[in-house]
């Protein structure tokens, strides 16, 4: 049911749109012509919503504000990117017919360092801007996320998007399509900062890349931002079928505080005036606006496909290293849905990123599908496999996270399988120290699912008893076993039956998250 409010210059109208905005049963804002002065941040609402100018004129309904991410706000700090003219955090806007401005003027004041000046910051997903006009300096248009590990979708339909320097920039996997691109002085287009494991970042298709009056080759079409020189945006620009003009550099594309463009992901295909030294899209790389879009309705529901990544407590072992089993090995059996068991012995976050093993793992991720998530026993370790629990634990877990969301799975987060150990009270206790809150902060915070197997296991190791819990885990003496002549007494690595135990575990977690029927 559509609830419409008018905002207008009439005593029978509602004098702004932030007035409209505070009704949360509202579903369409209709706005009369005017410049309305206001800066402006739409919250997550029950319904989605419309903005609209009432006569179908871009130029008519202009919002306007003027701040710079120098200026200071109601805490005396800088604003940051909170200085944009509208912010959108919810999900499912439409803004159609509208001018969206920040008028701030670097020129004007020239002792101001910090002269970003957003006119539209989005944060929200299934966001559309129609037949909008965007317009600004440097920073324009932010096309940004909640969080690192977050996935959304924007699509630019026919709109005008102006400013010089970065002024389409941001993580988000956004669509500009057909409209025109304005440079108003030398600069840079584009800036993205996309996630590395994110195959899909910024696509302008069938748009108009126009600078009025500015000298020859005096634009770059962009250059890789890295958000506090973070390492792993790898941003993507790409320019399908575009109109380009003179005002355009030969080289296209430019480093950025010391990152190399062409370890970014630009490309170039199709359309008229492109230089043919610009980099060409690579084969494979989604390229209309709908398949770029494709995760926009979020992913499907859960196909009961299992794909996991962790450590030597879920890997496969062969039969001579019996009784030695991963819980992910036998998982199959306790949920009796396909399981994909990409866990490696000895990994840690920081290993299975850098050798490689995600990027292969999430070739074979489909939507649908639930990826698991459960490192930590390795993290800790004083090597090269270190992930500290305060920085770089965390931000590796996202990074896994955002390969996931961006494939259209379900990223699970497990904390470790808790090791056998017990006090001299005969009381299971924790050695993973603070690496599971670690990932129940993170699941929190980022909405992510999350099953508390460190929890979980260490109930059951206390109910097995500390001598009962031995046959869960590699303890045996001489001969007992082929592969263990001299015995062994392994608090960590489970045995079958301790593998099928914490399994049975993991598939009651997932049903009880609602993820497996």
């Not at 209709?30 to 997550?44: A, F, Q, S, T, W």
């Not at 008229?272 to 709908?290: H, Q, Y």
């Not at 270190?386 to 931000?395: E, I, L």
């Amino acid at each position: 049911m559509t609830r419409t409010a008018v905002v207008g210059d009439d005593a029978e109208l509602l004098p702004s749109i932030g007035r409209a905005l505070a009704d949360p049963a509202v579903t369409e804002i209709v706005v009369h012509p005017g410049r309305y002065v206001e800066h402006l941040r739409i919250e997550p609402r029950p319904a989605p919503l419309t903005i609209r100018s009432l006569t179908g004129r871009a130029q008519d309904v202009v919002l306007t504000f003027d701040l710079c991410q120098g200026d200071r706000d109601r805490t005396g700090l800088p604003y940051g990117q909170d200085c944009a003219t509208l912010t959108v955090a919810a999900d499912d806007v439409t803004l159609a017919d509208l001018t969206v401005e920040n008028t701030f003027d670097r020129d004007a004041e020239p002792d101001q360092v910090e002269a970003q000046a957003i006119a539209l910051r989005t944060l929200g997903d299934r966001i559309t801007v129609q037949r909008c006009r965007v317009l600004a300096r440097q920073d324009t248009l932010l096309l940004d996320a909640p969080g690192w590990s977050d996935v959304r979708h924007v699509h630019l339909l026919d709109c005008l998007v102006e400013g010089d320097v970065d002024f389409v920039y941001g993580r988000a996997t956004a669509v500009l399509e057909g409209g025109e691109v304005r440079s108003n002085g030398p600069g840079w287009v584009s800036a993205p900062s996309t996630a590395r494991e994110n195959p899909r970042g910024l696509l302008f298709s069938g748009v108009r890349f126009t600078g009025p009056g500015l000298p020859e080759g005096s634009v770059h079409l962009g250059r890789p931002w890295h958000p506090g020189g973070k390492p792993d945006a790898i941003g993507q620009a790409l320019f399908v079928d575009c109109e380009f003009g003179p005002h355009l550099s030969p080289e296209g594309f430019t480093e950025m505080a010391g990152f190399d463009w062409r370890e970014a992901r630009f490309g170039v295909r199709g359309g008229t005036g492109a230089n043919p030294g610009w980099p060409a899209v690579l084969a494979g790389s989604p390229c209309r606006p709908a398949e770029f879009l494709a995760g926009w309705g979020g992913p499907p529901a859960p196909t009961g496909r299992i794909v996991v990544v962790s450590d030597s407590t879920a890997s496969d072992y062969p039969p001579e290293r019996a009784p030695r089993t991963g819980w992910a090995q036998v998982l199959a059996g306790c949920t009796g849905t396909e399981v994909v068991n990409r866990a490696i012995s000895g990994a840690s976050t920081t290993s299975f990123l850098a050798s490689g093993a995600f990027d292969e793992t999430l070739e074979q991720v489909r939507p649908g599908d639930l990826l698991l998530i459960a490192f930590g026993h390795n993290d800790t370790k004083p090597d090269e496999r270190h992930a500290d629990v305060h920085r770089t634990y965390p931000s590796n877990l996202r990074r896994m996270v955002v390969g996931a969301r961006a494939r259209g799975a379900h990223p699970v987060l497990l904390t470790s399988v808790e090791r056998r150990s017990f006090d001299a009270g005969g009381r299971a206790r924790s050695t993973h120290g603070g690496h599971p809150e670690a990932v129940r902060r993170l699941a929190q915070a980022d909405g992510v699912a999350w099953f508390d197997l460190t929890v979980a296991s260490r109930r059951l190791w206390q109910d097995q008893g500390e001598e009962g819990s031995r046959d869960s885990f590699l303890w045996f003496g001489p001969g007992v076993h082929a592969g263990y002549p001299d015995g062994e007494r392994d608090d960590t690595h489970l045995s079958r039956a301790g593998a099928v135990a914490v399994a049975g575990l993991v598939t009651r977690g997932l049903r009880d998250l609602g993820l497996l029927r």
